[in-house]
């Protein structure tokens, strides 16, 4: 009887009008994410043709400009009004190295040699890193700017300097992390968890209020409403972990067919610690153990939403109320976050569950950088997290004698 109820469960999320079109659609952004929108995406380290040509051809009306007056261009900058103190550097000389060296990049691109394109990129950052301090169009929006410039200049030099130390072969999707294994490790340190959790929430939101229609059969069957609750939640975590397991997979494989699948063995740049702000403050954990790390908590959370939708389909009786309860629930920490929220009603930040719902972020120190605290880990979000599962399924079970199936089938 458990069996058959389970599979009959499991088929009946599958086959739902609410479930069919909602996974049409997604299978529809995640196509559209893996062969438009991410591979064509800019970032800071985008190579840009267009832009590169159009500054070489300033450096060169520049160098046309000097050489026509007969001066190397010495520009020299006040470093301190007490002392009469200059420095100054051959503006000529300059670029003439910064056009030998796009020019570089440029025929690079072109010819799809990104092991050299890597290695002028790497020696141009590593002699300019006001390319990313100083540019003031990244992270313009944000409360601390120079922080998050330095940030990601930081991170960007460890990813380099691995590229260089790996034996792989260089290649686009390599460079701008557009393998598969890379596309799925941007997506989960950028919201990918919460849209997954969202996914989930949705599932599992009528698993109780659609029996309601179907008062006379149900009320009759010879299992306990207790159990009748277990295999239910049972059924939405076996259907979405299912859908979880085939996006990944369908969303791997297609980055993979276009870029390459990627190695376990990259290094991903992770914070631990902020003391200092310079690269002492950070180290490296594998792709492979970031990946296992955060993937093996999603079954956890994905357990904990199920549940959290059975107690408030009990409390509600109506899936449009649990859909809208649970995704406010699931994304309430965006309604108080802010870099500087370190606590929450005289509470350290860490001790709410809300905090690593988005665990992408908890593994590599991003949270931490974030709020500006060190008090946010990775054993502290587990610990968090399976306290709050406790916390659910003791309230499920009192809520469950409290609404007896008579009474959740019988009320208005």
Not at 71 to 87: A, L
Not at 195 to 206: A, E, G, M, P, T
Not at 360 to 371: A, H, M, P, Q, V
Request: net charge positive; with cysteine.
């Amino acid at each position: 009887m458990n069996r058959n109820y389970l599979k009959h469960e499991f088929l009946i999320t599958a086959r739902s009008r609410r479930t069919i079109p909602f996974v049409f659609f997604i299978a529809v952004l995640l196509f559209c994410f893996c062969l438009i929108l991410w591979p064509y995406a800019n970032t800071k380290e985008a190579f840009n043709k267009k832009e590169t040509e159009e500054y070489l051809t300033y450096l060169g009306d520049q160098q046309k400009l000097w050489r026509s007056i007969g001066n190397t261009g010495i520009v020299f900058e006040w470093i301190s009004v007490n002392y009469y103190r200059q420095d100054g550097h051959p503006v000529y000389a300059a670029n003439a190295r910064n056009y030998e060296l796009f020019s570089g990049m440029l025929k690079s691109f072109e010819d799809r040699d990104f092991a050299r394109l890597l290695n002028l990129r790497t020696f141009y950052l590593l002699h300019n890193p006001d390319e990313y301090l100083e540019d003031r169009y990244l992270f313009q929006t944000v409360p601390f700017p120079s922080k998050d410039r330095k940030h990601a200049y930081y991170q960007t030099m460890m990813k380099y300097e691995d590229y260089h130390n790996k034996d792989y072969p260089v290649t686009f999707g390599l460079m701008y992390e557009k393998t598969g294994l890379q596309t799925l490790q941007n997506f989960l340190q950028n919201y990918g968890v919460y849209f997954l959790l969202f996914c989930v929430i949705y599932f599992s939101s009528d698993i109780l209020a659609r029996d309601r229609k179907h008062q006379a059969v149900l009320q009759g069957l010879p299992l306990s409403w207790y159990r009748q609750l277990n295999l239910k939640s049972l059924s939405a975590f076996l259907y979405s972990m299912a859908f979880i397991i085939s996006f990944i997979v369908v969303g791997v494989l297609a980055m993979t067919i276009q870029f390459g699948f990627g190695y376990f063995d990259l290094n991903v740049p992770i914070m631990i610690q902020q003391k200092t702000f310079t690269p002492d403050d950070y180290s490296v954990i594998s792709l492979g153990s970031y990946l296992g790390k955060t993937l093996v908590i999603i079954p956890l959370l994905v357990i904990l939403f199920v549940r959290l939708n059975i107690v408030l389909s009990l409390i509600f009786k109506n899936e449009w109320i649990v859909l809208f309860t649970s995704s406010l629930l699931l994304f309430s920490e965006r309604l108080y976050f802010s870099r500087s929220t370190k606590e929450l009603f005289g509470m350290d930040i860490s001790l709410f569950p809300q905090t690593y719902f988005d665990f992408g972020k908890i593994i590599d120190g991003e949270k931490n950088f974030l709020l500006n605290t060190e008090t946010i880990t990775y054993a502290k979000g587990i610990l968090v997290i399976l306290i709050t599962y406790l916390v659910i399924e003791v309230m499920l079970y009192i809520v469950s004698l409290i609404i007896n199936k008579r009474r959740f089938y019988l009320a208005n």
